[in-house]
């Protein structure tokens, strides 16, 4: 029962990263309480450092591959390294925490009734034979190469979603996040985005893997965290898995000229080879998300791009 406060308790987990400090710092302007789980793996202090003080936000160093007890209303489950760097860096640790962390989340949201969030990825759609990608697209998905602890520890969580949804009647949200950039980026997380930022601004080799005809599609922070708030927000009908992503589609080569001119950078591009499993084209269809949260990206990436070259800019590292 709960006497005082009657705010939204809200539980993040992965709140100390990139999308989750974002995520964080929204849900504290609506008014919410806010619990940010963490482990520190690839998220930091820094990311959330602006928010402690506040009476609202509470920060907790937990791994969700262990049981959690505490007691809230909505869950976003974000915990997972999302980098290639990062989650190939241990990959049996990566898919026990998109694993075990779904079954500890969805355990948790069992016990205490709360709506629940996954944190997916395009990923599940692997090398994609369908462009653009929409939900009903069964992906496809290498079980056994260098993505598959992330690409199949996604799927899996995912799967674990509808099964707590059908058999335990959870209230359950899946969102499949398409490429998201802007501040608070890891500088050294390999992705693209930051790497040809960073390399821009030290004037260093702008390294294109491939010949840069791969396509993505990149969706700025604030637009995405929107997203996720709106998507908690639907009638618990809706379920997903939802598509979020901005649709501009463009090709590495692409988005090296467009952060070369935006920095005004005299850096040189150094062509590298393709890393395996490295999807050629990617691009949301989000006719979905348009229609089910009223929701559209409004950041282009220019301007994105020149609010995370800014946040580089800034960064006493670079
Ligand atoms: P990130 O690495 O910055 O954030 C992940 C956070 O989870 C970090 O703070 C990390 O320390 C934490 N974490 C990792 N393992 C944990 C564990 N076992 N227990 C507790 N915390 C743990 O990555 P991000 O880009 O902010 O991604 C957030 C979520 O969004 C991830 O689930 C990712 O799969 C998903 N996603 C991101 C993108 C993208 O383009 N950034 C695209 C698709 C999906
Ligand atoms: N990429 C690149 N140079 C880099 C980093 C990445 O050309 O320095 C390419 C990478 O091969 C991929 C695309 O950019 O085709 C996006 O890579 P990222 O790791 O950001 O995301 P993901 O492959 O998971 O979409």
Do not use: W
């Given at each position: 029962m709960r006497v005082y406060d009657l705010r939204k308790r809200v539980l993040v987990t992965g709140g100390a990263g990139f999308i989750g400090s974002h995520l964080c710092e929204r849900l504290l302007a609506e008014g919410n309480d806010v619990l940010c789980v963490d482990n520190f793996f690839t998220g930091t202090k820094d990311n959330i450092a602006h928010l402690i003080g506040n009476p609202h936000f509470e920060m907790m160093r937990h791994d969700v591959t262990f049981p959690l007890y505490v007691e809230v209303d909505e869950i976003y489950n974000l915990a997972c390294p999302a980098a290639p760097i990062h989650y190939q860096f241990d990959p049996v640790q990566t898919t026990k925490t998109s694993v075990h962390g779904a079954i500890n989340m969805l355990g948790l949201a069992k016990r205490v009734k709360a709506k629940i969030l996954q944190a997916s990825t395009s990923e599940v759609y692997g090398d994609p034979k369908v462009h653009p990608q929409t939900e009903d697209y069964w992906g496809n998905v290498n079980p056994i190469g260098l993505r598959?602890?992330?690409?199949?520890?996604?799927?899996?969580?995912?799967?674990?979603?509808?099964?707590?949804?059908?058999?335990?009647?959870?209230?359950?949200?899946?969102?499949?996040?398409?490429?998201?950039?802007?501040?608070?980026?890891?500088?050294?997380?390999?992705?693209?985005?930051?790497?040809?930022?960073?390399?821009?601004?030290?004037?260093?080799?702008?390294?294109?893997?491939?010949?840069?005809?791969?396509?993505?599609?990149?969706?700025?922070?604030?637009?995405?965290?929107?997203?996720?708030?709106?998507?908690?927000?639907?009638?618990?009908?809706?379920?997903?898995?939802?598509?979020?992503?901005?649709?501009?589609?463009?090709?590495?080569l692409e988005l090296a000229q467009e952060v070369l001119k935006l920095t005004g950078s005299k850096s040189q591009l150094a062509f590298e080879p393709l890393p395996a499993d490295d999807p050629l084209q990617r691009k949301p269809d989000i006719s979905l998300a348009a229609r089910a949260l009223s929701w559209e990206p409004a950041i282009p990436l220019a301007e994105g791009l020149n609010k995370t070259i800014s946040y580089f800019r800034d960064r006493s590292a670079v």
């Open positions: 598959s602890c992330y690409d199949e520890g996604k799927r899996c969580a995912e799967t674990l979603f509808f099964d707590y949804y059908r058999q335990h009647k959870l209230r359950i949200k899946v969102a499949r996040i398409f490429n998201t950039y802007g501040p608070r980026m890891h500088p050294n997380d390999g992705r693209v985005v930051s790497n040809f930022i960073v390399q821009a601004l030290k004037g260093e080799p702008i390294t294109i893997f491939g010949k840069g005809s791969q396509t993505r599609s990149f969706c700025y922070v604030d637009d995405l965290a929107d997203a996720l708030v709106r998507l908690m927000a639907t009638d618990d009908g809706f379920t997903g898995p939802v598509n979020l992503g901005n649709p501009g589609e463009f090709t590495i």
